[in-house]
């Protein structure tokens, strides 16, 4: 099922769920909110915008709830990079790429990860070459 797509504050506020879940309204108010100068009435009305769009899902643990992502965080996360390329750079990669070919501050680690995934990539073209 295709979801709505989400706002800019709205992915800000998934992708922290997603880092940092499982969550109450209150620590996410606190560490989320907070900084960017929203209520807590806001945050817990972005989170259940979020819940009733099927993004997250929500635990009564005690006398509180606690708010997680529905998917894995990485597949969350992945979910935020696919439609970011869709929306923002028309479904091409190649912008993408060519910023990280230019950016500054790349781990040895994060490096080393990007070319094992382009390493990936060529092998599953080259096997769909070969059918």
């Known amino acids: 099922m295709e979801k709505n ?27 989320f909110g907070l900084p960017r100068g929203l209520a807590r009435t806001t945050v817990l009305t972005m989170m259940e915008k979020l819940r009733e769009k099927g993004y997250l899902r929500r ?27 869709d ?5 091409s990669v190649s ?7 230019r950016a500054k501050g790349l781990t040895p680690e994060e490096l080393t990860e990007l070319k ?5 990539l060529e092998h599953d073209a ?4 070969d059918k």
Do not use: C, H, I, W
């Open 5 to 31: 797509p989400l706002g800019r504050q709205q992915s800000d506020l998934l992708r922290f769920v997603a880092e940092n879940a499982p969550l109450s309204v209150a620590e996410v108010a606190e560490r």
């Open 59 to 85: 635990e009564k643990e005690g006398a509180l709830f606690r708010y997680r992502t529905v998917e894995e965080p990485g597949e969350t996360l992945n979910g935020l990079v696919a439609e970011f390329v």
């Open 87 to 91: 929306r923002t750079l028309g479904g």
């Open 95 to 101: 912008p993408m790429v060519a910023y990280l070919a």
């Open 116 to 120: 094992q995934m382009v390493a990936t």
């Open 126 to 129: 080259k096997g769909n070459k």
